[in-house]
């Protein structure tokens, strides 16, 4: 079936720092990929998405393209914030005709330290 | 604009209690979901809803019950609460179909403790 693997955290970095944080997938077709973003004690909110191969998502900083050839969508953000802590969660589409259930990875906390 | 709306935000039961966590969204939306988060585990499907008037189990269905009542609401119900169901339970719903990719909009969670 369909997965999704995340790098482990938490991801600690110093404020201005370079972020990447690997998403990798396994699914039939070709599904639409999506970060979300989870801030403290609130729920899940879409970040960015991409429909199709290279494809590049981004949105407050925030960039990933979707590379069918690796099957990844690694998030990267060329300066983070303190305000960026949070965990992040990646997420793919299902195939086309089912219920409509996304596999979500299992996070990454972000720890951005002034 | 309130989107998903879940009530309570805090809980806390005795084991063998029982409640209703009770979810609400505003946007005509036909798919519902629960999910219950735990550190370590990433988000577990518990149960979803297509449309009205239909329910599926999802990954971790065994110990709750869920109502779809309406378009606009959908209930997850512990019978008879364990300590392992001590969780975050949120609640989300998305557009029509996977022909749309919609996006999943989340509400912002229920913290529930089982003694």
């Known amino acids: 079936g369909d997965s999704v693997t995340q790098m482990e955290g938490p991801v600690t970095l110093s404020e201005e720092a370079f972020l990447t944080i690997n998403c990798t997938y396994t699914a039939t077709g070709y599904p639409s990929l999506f970060w979300y973003v989870q801030y403290p004690g609130e729920g899940l909110q879409l970040l960015l998405k991409?429909?199709?191969?290279?494809d590049k998502g981004s949105n407050k900083g925030f960039e990933a393209t979707y590379r069918k050839e690796t099957t990844s969508f690694h998030l990267e953000k060329g300066s983070v914030q303190v305000s960026d802590s949070a965990v992040y969660f990646c997420?793919?589409?299902?195939?086309?005709?089912?219920?409509?259930?996304?596999?979500f990875g299992r996070g990454t906390s972000l720890i951005v330290h002034p | 604009n309130a989107g998903v709306t879940q009530t309570p935000k805090f809980q806390v039961l005795k084991t063998g209690q029982s409640m209703t966590l009770q979810c609400a969204q505003d946007m005509n939306h036909n798919s519902m979901y629960w999910y219950r988060q735990d550190p370590g585990m990433g988000l577990r499907l518990i149960y979803y809803?297509?449309?009205?008037?239909?329910?599926d189990k999802g990954e971790v269905p065994n110990g709750y019950n869920v109502s779809r009542l309406n378009k606009r609401e959908f209930s997850l119900r512990l019978e008879s609460a364990a300590p392992s169901q001590t969780s975050v339970y949120f609640c989300a719903s998305s557009g029509r179909s996977s022909a749309t990719n919609e996006k999943l909009f989340f509400g912002s969670g229920t913290q529930l403790s089982v003694l």
């Open positions: 809803s297509a449309s009205e008037g239909t329910t």
């Open positions: 997420a793919l589409s299902p195939p086309l005709g089912g219920s409509y259930i996304p596999t």
């Open positions: 991409a429909t199709k191969a290279d």
